[in-house]
């Protein structure tokens, strides 16, 4: 049966073949006998025994992809679609080694479980609001072709904590039963230290239930990411539970002047003492450049000039300053 290929291919974190399989099955399944689809409607068993066969199946007859808001549709979670991933980052060379190290080891999960190895599953990424870690969950999403499951804590974080912890329990179990990427934004808020003791017994035990499902969350041929802001608030245990630590730092000066120019890429740029620039930008988050660089466009749009020049980014960085003063 078809679907039992397409349920072998999604264990093995095969997501989109599966997906493809499970659109034509659902289509096949609505269209009258007289009507059904070539090519599938009496396929021969010797073909099964092959994925090659199966992408030639597929490929033969156009499909339509199942979407990811019916495979996880769950109210504490949200799915990101994928042209909507924001995946084109700026980083050290160091940073950009160990997230390609985490793809690359996705990538070949097959291989390295033929000899006993686990590739890196559970990654926190930390650092100051504003410096990627949105955007490097995103970035691996794209680039290991997993959904962007987000859990949604508005309505996952209960007034009465002990639903709370209830709830954290059913985003596991959803995430767990198709691979994705599970993303936790603010991590800090399930896994906050347990020895202040400030804090009543009930936050204990969500972040005892938070360790508990890191530990338990394998072969799901999925990745779960974390990040936070506030690592002196986090709990020690929560930093052994995670088979990658990172942290995504504010951008060096090339990395600022990196990140201006590629944000500037669509419009004409006149005169600008680039040095000066950077230098006024020392110590800004990724997020902050792009908005300068943005404004600064908009800008020059707005004045009626073919260029964006000194002044209007000089304009742009004075205004972030001012908003942040206040």
């Known amino acids: 049966m078809l679907s039992v290929v397409i349920e072998e291919e999604r264990k093995l974190g095969h997501t989109k073949l599966a997906n493809q399989l499970d659109a034509i099955l659902q289509k096949k399944a609505r269209l009258p ?15 099964y025994g092959s994925r090659s066969a199966l992408q030639k199946l597929t490929a033969a007859q156009p499909v339509q992809i199942l979407s990811s808001n019916r495979r996880f549709n769950h109210p504490f979670i949200v799915t990101i679609p994928r042209d909507r991933l924001l995946h084109h980052m700026v980083l050290s060379d160091a940073v950009e080694e160990r997230f390609c190290l985490i793809e690359r080891e996705y990538a070949a999960r097959d291989r390295l479980a033929h000899y006993g190895l686990k590739y890196r599953q559970k990654i926190l990424l930390y650092g100051s609001p504003g410096c990627g870690k949105t955007m490097g969950a995103e970035r691996i999403a794209w680039n290991t072709g997993l959904p ?59 972040v005892n239930t938070f360790l508990q499902l890191l530990d338990e969350y394998e072969l799901s041929n999925g990745l779960l990411i974390a990040a ?87 304009a742009s960085i004075q205004d972030v300053i001012v908003s942040h003063a206040g």
Not at 34 to 42: N, R
Not at 170 to 182: G, N, Q
Not at 299 to 310: G, K, M, N, P, T
Request: glycine share 2%; hydrophobic share 45%; charged share 30%.
């Open 33 to 47: 006998t007289s009507e059904q689809l070539p090519l599938i409607s009496k396929p021969e068993p010797s073909l």
């Open 148 to 206: 962007l499951v987000k859990v949604r804590f508005d309505a996952m974080v209960s007034s009465y904590l002990s639903e709370t912890a209830t709830n954290l329990r059913e985003v596991f179990e959803t995430a767990a039963a198709s691979p994705c990427l599970l993303f936790i934004d603010e991590c800090d808020a399930l896994a906050k230290s347990r020895e202040d003791a400030q804090e009543v017994g009930e936050i204990k035990r969500v």
């Open 228 to 314: 936070t802001n506030l690592t002196k608030f986090l709990d020690e245990a929560v930093w052994r539970r995670f088979d990658d630590v990172i942290e995504v730092p504010k951008p060096t000066d090339l990395e600022i002047r990196t990140i201006l120019k590629q944000t500037l890429a669509s419009v004409e740029v006149g005169s600008v003492d680039w040095d000066a620039i950077v230098q006024k930008l020392n110590g800004f988050s990724a997020a902050q450049i792009v908005k300068i660089a943005q404004n600064a466009a908009k800008r020059a749009i707005l004045d009626r000039e073919d260029l964006v020049i000194q002044e209007h980014l000089e």
